[in-house]
């Protein structure tokens, strides 16, 4: 049964679901930050949504997930998250969804990602995702989407990865690590800078990547269809291959 209950008594997050609790909700709000006369130090630290073990199910259909300086929605543990139409995103720090731990998996449809900080999504530690007509957009200093460790594995199909950003070195749409693997069908990924629209950087070369791929083992692999702005991505050790 959902818990609200933090690992010290306290309260971790508007919902939290452990030991194989299951919860489905339509067109509703998660997320202190998103309640009316809520304050900052009230929400601080608190997620929206927590669903840790193997057999945790979190189901939502038009919902919003909001939180103040923590992660909206936390999968760890073999748990699933399944998202229709919902939006997640933080109103100061922090990131909007992380996926972590062997057979923990993100299935997320026609849902819209953002942060300003932290990532609008993290899947790492053999943990998987899978995005269908998504919105992963990221400003300021926030990372977009981040993977990392043997065994994650990302799937986006119709997706848009996006960062839009004043600063110097602007962070990469997409970071895949050692070990994980990105895969991208007909989806749009850019990185869109004010450092970029400046003709001098244009003519000067560029140090945006749509997507930077790192370390023994991580891949990257794309169809005709998906379009990377700015093209190519950056390999440092890592492969490209084609989907």
Same mark, same amino acid.
């Given at each position: 049964?959902?818990?609200?209950?933090?690992?010290?008594?306290?309260?971790?997050?508007?919902?939290?679901?452990?030991?194989?609790?299951?919860?489905?909700?339509?067109?509703?709000?998660?997320?202190?930050?998103?309640?009316?006369?809520?304050?900052?130090?009230?929400?601080?630290?608190?997620?929206?949504?927590?669903?840790?073990?193997?057999?945790?199910?979190? $189901? =939502?259909? @038009?919902?919003? *997930?909001? %939180?103040?300086?923590?992660?909206? #929605?936390? /999968?760890?543990? !073999? &748990?699933? +998250?399944?998202?229709?139409?919902?939006?997640?995103?933080?109103?100061?720090?922090?990131?909007?969804?992380?996926?972590?731990?062997?057979?923990?998996?993100? $299935? =997320?449809? @026609?849902?819209? *990602?953002? %942060?300003?900080?932290?990532?609008? #999504?993290? /899947?790492?530690? !053999? &943990?998987? +995702?899978?995005?269908?007509?998504?919105?992963?957009?990221?400003?300021?200093?926030?990372?977009?989407?981040?993977?990392?460790?043997?065994?994650?594995?990302?799937? =986006?199909? @119709?997706?848009? *990865?996006?960062?839009?950003?004043?600063?110097?070195?602007?962070?990469?749409?997409?970071?895949?690590?050692?070990?994980?693997?990105?895969?991208?069908?007909?989806?749009?990924?850019?990185?869109?800078?004010?450092?970029?629209?400046?003709?001098?950087?244009?003519? =000067?070369?560029?140090?945006?990547?749509?997507?930077?791929?790192?370390?023994?083992?991580?891949?990257?692999?794309?169809?005709?269809?998906?379009?990377?702005?700015?093209?190519?991505?950056?390999?440092?050790?890592?492969?490209?291959?084609?989907?």
């Amino acid at each position: 049964a959902p818990s609200k209950a933090g690992p010290k008594g306290g309260r971790e997050a508007a919902l939290v679901l452990r030991e194989g609790g299951c919860a489905s909700a339509l067109d509703a709000v998660f997320g202190v930050a998103a309640r009316a006369g809520a304050s900052t130090r009230q929400a601080a630290g608190r997620h929206a949504v927590v669903v840790a073990g193997a057999g945790c199910l979190f $189901e =939502a259909q @038009g919902c919003v *997930l909001r %939180a103040c300086t923590a992660t909206c #929605l936390v /999968v760890n543990g !073999g &748990a699933a +998250a399944v998202l229709s139409g919902c939006t997640l995103g933080t109103a100061i720090n922090g990131g909007a969804a992380e996926v972590s731990g062997f057979g923990s998996r993100l $299935e =997320a449809a @026609g849902t819209e *990602l953002s %942060a300003a900080h932290g990532a609008c #999504l993290a /899947v790492h530690t !053999g &943990a998987g +995702a899978a995005l269908d007509d998504c919105s992963l957009r990221a400003s300021g200093h926030a990372q977009n989407l981040v993977l990392r460790g043997r065994g994650t594995v990302v799937c =986006a199909t @119709g997706s848009t *990865l996006s960062v839009s950003s004043t600063a110097q070195h602007p962070q990469p749409a997409a970071h895949v690590l050692a070990g994980a693997r990105l895969e991208l069908a007909s989806c749009r990924v850019e990185v869109d800078s004010e450092r970029e629209r400046t003709s001098a950087k244009r003519t =000067a070369g560029s140090d945006a990547h749509s997507v930077v791929v790192e370390g023994e083992g991580a891949v990257l692999a794309c169809d005709a269809a998906t379009a990377l702005n700015p093209d190519p991505s950056c390999v440092r050790g890592g492969q490209v291959q084609a989907l």
